[in-house]
């Protein structure tokens, strides 16, 4: 009996269910950061229609009633200067537009600039005109440079001090057609090269010729080759009496484009050689790479030798170039 009451003795099993209330899991999670996010969203609409000035919040009405209307005659609907978050100021509750802490300071800055700008361009220029008296004086002391006196023409225009050396009828600086310096030009470019010495500016040269055309035309050895060829040949002359070569920025011929005497293009005097000692303002504006705007180094030169109207030369007779 005791055998079979064991045999009948239940077999209990207990089983553990996992995953209790799995008829929402974590999705109450999902749902409260929706509902935060939401009121996030809620107050700051409410900020922003609280610190919104009133012609804005009609802009905005007026955007949502009729929005091509605004999008297209403007307004304050379409983000005017009105926004009282010009700028970035921090008083949000002032209804006008603020601006920057820095805009004042620059303000204040820029007229300094231009200020400072003004006063280096003024002692540039006080410094060209001291050298203008100098080399003066020079001609006038010099027994050598005085009878060439009439042949010296010295002026300030807006990029420098200009020094023009022309030819008179009866003594040429160069033969006709050649680019040989004569020995009165040779002491002449030599005195102003050592005058030139004590001023750290930067120096341009250029060539003239008058208009008589050479007979091969333009198209073989031509004026334009001649007033260079002269021009490169002052510089030399310059490089002897100990200027510093670092200081020529440039070297051009501008054969008869540019006459001295405008009505008389075969005059003695369109024949010349001119020596511009530049100012700071356009020395840099010569060597600041420019935009996009094809300036040949001719017309920059005519610029400096301050351009008047060219006069051409096809309808004159042939003589001998000079």
Same mark, same amino acid.
């Given at each position: 009996?005791?055998?079979?009451?064991?045999?009948?003795?239940?077999?209990?099993?207990?089983?553990?269910?996992?995953?209790?209330?799995?008829?929402?899991?974590?999705?109450?999670?999902?749902?409260?950061?929706?509902?935060?996010?939401?009121?996030?969203?809620?107050?700051?609409?409410?900020?922003?229609?609280?610190?919104?000035?009133?012609?804005?919040?009609?802009?905005?009405?007026?955007?949502?009633?009729?929005?091509?209307?605004?999008?297209?005659?403007?307004?304050?609907?379409?983000?005017?200067?009105?926004?009282?978050?010009?700028?970035?100021?921090?008083?949000?509750?002032?209804?006008?537009?603020?601006?920057?802490?820095?805009?004042?300071?620059?303000?204040?800055?820029?007229?300094?600039?231009?200020?400072?700008?003004?006063?280096?361009?003024?002692?540039?220029?006080?410094?060209?005109?001291?050298?203008?008296?100098?080399?003066?004086?020079?001609?006038?002391?010099?027994?050598?440079?005085?009878?060439?006196?009439?042949?010296?023409?010295?002026?300030?225009?807006?990029?420098?001090?200009?020094?023009?050396?022309?030819?008179?009828?009866?003594?040429?600086?160069?033969?006709?057609?050649?680019?040989?310096?004569?020995?009165?030009?040779?002491?002449?470019?030599?005195?102003?090269? /050592? +005058?030139?010495?004590? =001023?750290?500016?930067?120096?341009?040269?250029?060539?003239? !010729? $008058? %208009? &008589?055309?050479?007979? @091969?035309?333009?198209?073989?050895?031509?004026?334009?080759?001649?007033?260079?060829?002269?021009?490169?040949?002052?510089?030399?002359?310059?490089?002897?009496?100990?200027?510093?070569?670092?200081?020529?920025?440039?070297?051009?011929?501008?054969?008869?484009?540019?006459?001295?005497?405008?009505?008389?293009?075969?005059?003695?005097?369109?024949?010349?050689?001119?020596?511009?000692?530049?100012?700071? /303002? +356009?020395?840099?504006? =010569?060597?600041?790479?420019?935009?996009?705007?094809?300036? !040949? $180094? %001719? &017309?920059?030169?005519? @610029?400096?030798?301050?351009?008047?109207?060219?006069?051409?030369?096809?309808?004159?007779?042939?003589?001998?170039?000079?």
């Amino acid at each position: 009996m005791a055998e079979k009451g064991k045999q009948l003795q239940p077999i209990i099993i207990k089983r553990i269910k996992k995953g209790g209330h799995a008829h929402h899991g974590g999705a109450w999670k999902i749902a409260y950061a929706d509902f935060v996010t939401a009121m996030m969203a809620f107050f700051l609409l409410m900020w922003l229609l609280g610190s919104t000035t009133q012609g804005d919040l009609k802009g905005i009405s007026d955007y949502f009633n009729t929005p091509l209307k605004v999008a297209m005659t403007g307004g304050s609907g379409s983000g005017d200067s009105t926004s009282i978050l010009k700028g970035g100021g921090k008083d949000i509750s002032r209804d006008t537009g603020q601006v920057k802490k820095t805009d004042s300071k620059d303000k204040k800055q820029k007229p300094d600039m231009e200020a400072a700008k003004a006063e280096l361009e003024r002692q540039d220029q006080a410094k060209l005109a001291q050298l203008k008296r100098r080399i003066e004086d020079l001609i006038t002391a010099s027994l050598t440079l005085r009878q060439f006196q009439n042949q010296i023409q010295l002026d300030l225009t807006m990029d420098g001090l200009r020094i023009q050396i022309v030819d008179e009828k009866n003594r040429p600086m160069f033969d006709s057609g050649r680019a040989v310096v004569k020995d009165y030009t040779r002491d002449i470019l030599r005195e102003i090269g /050592r +005058a030139l010495n004590d =001023v750290e500016n930067r120096i341009t040269l250029s060539g003239h !010729t $008058d %208009a &008589a055309p050479y007979s @091969s035309g333009e198209r073989g050895y031509s004026n334009w080759e001649l007033s260079a060829d002269r021009a490169n040949a002052a510089r030399r002359e310059l490089i002897v009496a100990g200027t510093d070569e670092g200081k020529i920025l440039r070297v051009v011929g501008l054969a008869a484009s540019v006459p001295f005497v405008l009505e008389d293009p075969l005059d003695a005097r369109n024949r010349r050689i001119s020596i511009i000692v530049m100012n700071k /303002r +356009a020395a840099e504006a =010569v060597l600041r790479p420019g935009p996009a705007i094809d300036i !040949t $180094d %001719a &017309a920059r030169a005519a @610029s400096l030798d301050q351009q008047i109207p060219a006069i051409g030369a096809a309808a004159l007779p042939a003589a001998a170039p000079r």
